[in-house]
């Protein structure tokens, strides 16, 4: 009877430890689980609710602040133009976000002033 007593004081009990790593490891799992497939919303969704059903995963928007909406598939660039130009009433701030937004997509970075434009190269077809 001694020697098993002693035998269990030996053996440590690390039940603790491990009750502990399960629990971490399901919460990955839970939050693995929770993220959808696909590309992650865009910021300018924070201002709209979806509305209508999913078609191919996208759907329509409705603004938060002014009721505007759009019943078909609708891209972020729409979002996006309808807060910085036409809401009127988001805020200052927002609409500005906005507007820079578009202003640099508009010209994808590139300049639009006609003395930096490169010239079309013409092939002739004539030999001489």
């Keep these: 009877m001694e020697n098993e007593q002693v035998i269990v004081d030996l053996i440590p009990i690390s039940e603790d430890t491990n009750d502990n790593d399960n629990v971490a490891d399901t919460n990955k799992t839970d939050a693995t689980k929770k993220r959808k497939p696909g ?3 865009n910021d300018v969704w924070e201002f709209f609710i979806e509305i209508g059903p999913r078609v191919q995963g996208h759907c329509g928007a409705k603004c938060k ?5 759009k019943k078909a598939n609708i ?5 996006e133009a309808h807060i910085g130009l036409r809401c009127i009433k988001a805020d200052y ?3 500005e976000k906005y507007m820079n937004i578009i202003r640099s997509r508009g010209n994808l970075g590139h300049s639009i002033d006609d003395d930096n434009r490169p010239s079309k190269k013409v092939k002739s077809h004539y030999s001489n």
């Design 93 to 95: 701030k927002t609409k």
């Design 75 to 79: 891209k972020t660039e729409e979002l």
């Design 65 to 69: 602040a002014c009721g505007w909406e």
């Design 39 to 41: 590309r992650p919303k």
